[in-house]
């Protein structure tokens, strides 16, 4: 534990060579250091796009306890783990879990390597109750999990998330033919389009099986809340949310115009 410290404190030091390590995650400027942080890594050569900033989003509450996510180029998502009084604390709260982890992604063991890789492949086979002989094939599930691995090969796990959050959301969805059809042949983002996509498929479930929408959303919120709690990577947790909020609706405004 004592060298993994230390190793976060030397990148600290040398993302943000003004900053004192000890005090870093303590420090109230917390947000315009996360927002330092990234701006370095960009000005680097990051992998990110520049167009990917650092996102707030608080969740809606008249009064506390105030939630807030901090979403981070590459698409990983973390929320404020605490109880806020303020919306100001809970923004605080989660720039500072978000820039622990970001300076935690710099060790080279949050690196995607090989050995990560045959790693992932045999829990994902062991998880599946697949073949470990699957990864040599891009038509199974596992080995579209494969290909996607080792087309991130040497990029950290904060810059791999938005296309491992897609991957999650398909095999969630049942719609993981599509990921393996094109054999991540080209960038996905979550975006408007691949959440309406996956709205509609949540509301044709719902049409075969009637209260299903409502109850993998209360499935989804608590996995949220127990995420965020737990201080754990988001963004899977959040789009699940999102995703199924939005069939939801649409399928309450479908009903409402059919009356």
């Given at each position: 534990m004592d060298r993994v410290l230390e190793s976060v404190k030397q990148i600290v030091f040398r993302v943000l060579p003004h900053t004192d390590a000890d005090s870093v995650f303590k420090d109230l400027n917390v947000v315009g250091m996360l927002h330092e942080f990234w701006e370095q890594k960009q000005a680097g050569g990051s992998r990110c796009g520049t167009e990917s900033l650092v996102v707030y989003e608080s969740a809606p509450s008249p009064s506390p306890p105030f939630v807030c996510y901090v979403t981070l180029p590459?698409?990983?998502?973390?929320?404020?783990?605490?109880?806020?009084?303020?919306?100001?604390?809970?923004?605080?709260?989660?720039?500072?879990?978000?820039?622990?982890?970001?300076?935690?992604?710099?060790?080279?063991?949050?690196?995607?390597?090989?050995?990560?890789?045959?790693?992932?492949?045999?829990?994902?086979?062991?998880?599946?109750?697949?073949?470990?002989?699957?990864?040599?094939?891009?038509?199974?599930?596992?080995?579209?999990?494969?290909y996607m691995l080792q087309s991130n090969l040497g990029k950290t796990m904060l810059e791999f998330q938005e296309l491992m959050t897609v991957f999650q959301l398909l095999h969630w969805n049942g719609s993981l033919k599509i990921f393996r059809e094109r054999k991540c042949s080209r960038q996905h983002h979550l975006d408007e389009c691949f959440r309406s996509h996956m709205a509609l498929d949540w509301i044709s479930k719902e049409q075969e099986t009637p209260g299903i929408l409502s109850q993998e959303l209360q499935v989804a919120l608590r996995e949220l809340e127990e995420a965020r709690r737990a201080g754990r990577e988001l963004r899977f947790y959040k789009e699940k949310r999102e995703i199924l909020s939005l069939a939801l609706s649409q399928r309450h405004s479908e009903g409402a115009s059919a009356q």
């Open positions: 590459g698409g990983s998502c973390f929320g404020n783990f605490q109880d806020c009084l303020s919306k100001a604390d809970g923004r605080r709260a989660a720039a500072r879990v978000a820039l622990m982890n970001s300076v935690f992604n710099e060790l080279p063991s949050r690196r995607i390597t090989q050995e990560f890789i045959s790693h992932s492949v045999q829990e994902a086979a062991s998880t599946a109750s697949g073949c470990v002989g699957d990864a040599k094939d891009p038509c199974t599930s596992i080995g579209a999990y494969c």
